[in-house]
């Protein structure tokens, strides 16, 4: 899977609602950005722009929690919960993004994120 940009609608829309979109098929344009996250999610060594697309598309509340019991800022699922001194320090920005990043370096790719409904427009 490729890291570059490419123009793709996604369900339901037509070429002129479509926005950018990764190459993995997450549009950045899906929820609201968060900027007050941006010196902490790029102060990594992983796509900054692709970092914040799919953060914003997972969703900008910090104390988010998905259906499945993901939680913080990139939606980290129960499954990863070692990976926190305490599964309560996933809604800590700071430590949210420390295992996001540490999932996108083990896989090499936004491979985690793939089955995100908000990341795919489902």
């Known amino acids: 899977m490729g890291d570059a940009l490419e123009f ?3 369900a339901g829309q037509d070429d002129k609602q479509a926005g950018t979109s990764l190459s993995s098929g ?10 007050a996250f941006r010196d902490i999610i790029c102060a990594y ?27 913080g800022l990139f939606q980290i699922h129960p499954i990863h919960a070692g990976r926190f001194d305490s599964w309560d320090d996933a809604f800590i920005p700071e430590e949210n993004v420390r295992v996001a990043y540490d999932l996108y370096a083990d896989y090499g790719s936004w491979w985690h994120w ?5 990341c795919h427009g489902y």
């Open 45 to 71: 060594p992983w796509p900054c722009e692709e970092a914040l697309a799919v953060q914003r598309c997972e969703g900008s509340d910090e104390y988010a929690v998905g259906s499945a019991g993901e939680r």
């Open 26 to 35: 997450i549009h950045p344009t899906q929820a609201t950005s968060a900027p």
């Open 114 to 118: 793939r089955f995100s409904r908000a």
């Open 8 to 10: 793709v609608p996604l």
